[in-house]
């Protein structure tokens, strides 16, 4: 009879160590996710390299030294273009 | 076309085929473009910048940008458009605001070579070795007349110091009194003969030789070079106006037309100008 009652606390004990260690493990994870999302100096999104954006790069590269047209005038000048 | 008139940048800006909140877009941009490049502006994003040679220091998005871009510009020309003459002009003379330099009985002081491959730019933090100072305005007008541009809704055109750029076809005179028919991109000039001046006798101008830090001994007075934009014919101008003799060629082989004319008024079309101007 004595035995029996042991068995029944051991095992609601154990019961109750597990559901304390689950139930300390989804706290601790939900209050990660919690930090992540609202603590100002948390890292939101993956880090990039410090520099000019590749597409910036490449576009100004690519218009650096293209050409334009000109043509024999045809008409009076409404501009000019002189030395600064 | 309507043309309106302003001085911003130590030079005259025309915009032609504005309207009137378009103007005051254009008058705004040149002159915050003043603000932050300034050589003569003790408060200039470009100042606080030079002071802080030594160490890095974080810059505007707009500095950043412009920097970045006349790192490339130095990159695709070899150095020979380079963002770090600041210290080569002053040593020439050129230390002023333009209008109040006078003759000067000092000699110039010694040629400070270009460096711009020690310019550190990450992100939006720049460091520069203590003695380097920046001097952006390679490509800041140009860049300026390429933005202003793009602030117009219909054709016309916009033009800073001789630097033109237009939309919807232009004629344009040139330095030697002819005239071309500007139908894309953007027309610009690098001349020795407007902005010189003397000291202890001799002949300075803000055209400075990257290799040696001196006012280049070009066999050219003016270089009309044209580009896809007015980024593109400034740089082309310049490089075409320092490499001399190569110029034409150096031009040619990136199908960029231009034109040069010497000391004595000879006008040398490159075979690009040649080819689409007859």
């Known amino acids: ?84 | 076309m309507k043309t309106d008139c302003f001085e911003s940048m130590g030079c005259e800006v025309v915009v032609g085929g504005s309207t009137a909140q378009e103007l005051r877009a254009i008058r705004e941009l040149f002159a915050e473009r003043d603000r932050v490049f300034s050589r003569f502006r003790p408060d200039s994003e470009l100042n606080r910048v030079n002071r802080s040679a030594g160490r890095f220091v974080a810059v505007s998005p707009l500095f950043a940008q412009t920097l970045a871009v006349a790192l490339l510009a130095a990159r695709e020309t070899d150095g020979l458009v380079d963002p770090t003459l600041g210290p080569a002009v002053e040593a020439a003379g050129y230390d002023r605001d333009f209008a109040s330099l006078a003759p000067v009985e000092e000699p110039p002081g010694a040629g400070r070579p270009g460096a711009w491959r020690s310019v550190l730019l990450i992100g939006r933090h720049v460091g520069l070795p203590r003695g380097l100072r920046l001097d952006l305005n390679g490509v800041v007008k140009s860049l300026a007349v390429d933005d202003a541009l793009k602030l117009l809704s219909g054709p016309g055109f916009v033009s800073a110091g001789g630097d033109v750029a237009a939309r919807g076809g232009l004629t344009v005179a040139l330095p030697d009194g002819e005239a071309v028919s500007l139908r894309q991109g953007a027309l610009a000039t690098s001349s020795s003969a407007k902005r010189r001046w003397t000291r202890n006798g001799e002949v300075q101008h803000h055209l400075i030789d990257p290799a040696t830090g001196r006012p280049s001994a070009s066999l050219w007075e003016q270089v009309t070079a044209c580009g896809a934009s007015c980024l593109a014919a400034d740089i082309a101008a310049k490089a075409g106006f320092l490499l001399g003799e190569d110029g034409p060629g150096w031009l040619d082989r990136r199908r960029i037309p231009a034109r040069f004319l010497s000391a004595r008024g000879s006008a040398t079309a490159n075979e690009s100008w040649a080819v689409a101007c007859t």
């Open chain 1, 1 to 84: 009879m004595k035995d029996s009652r042991l068995r029944v606390a051991r095992r609601r004990a154990r019961t109750a160590k597990l559901a304390l260690a689950t139930g300390g493990s989804l706290v601790f994870g939900l209050a990660m996710l919690f930090a992540r999302g609202s603590y100002a100096g948390h890292p939101k999104r993956p880090t990039h390299p410090l520099s000019a954006p590749p597409r910036f790069v490449s576009v100004v590269r690519a218009n650096l030294l293209q050409a334009g047209i000109v043509a024999p005038a045809e008409a009076p000048p409404q501009a000019s273009t002189s030395g600064s």
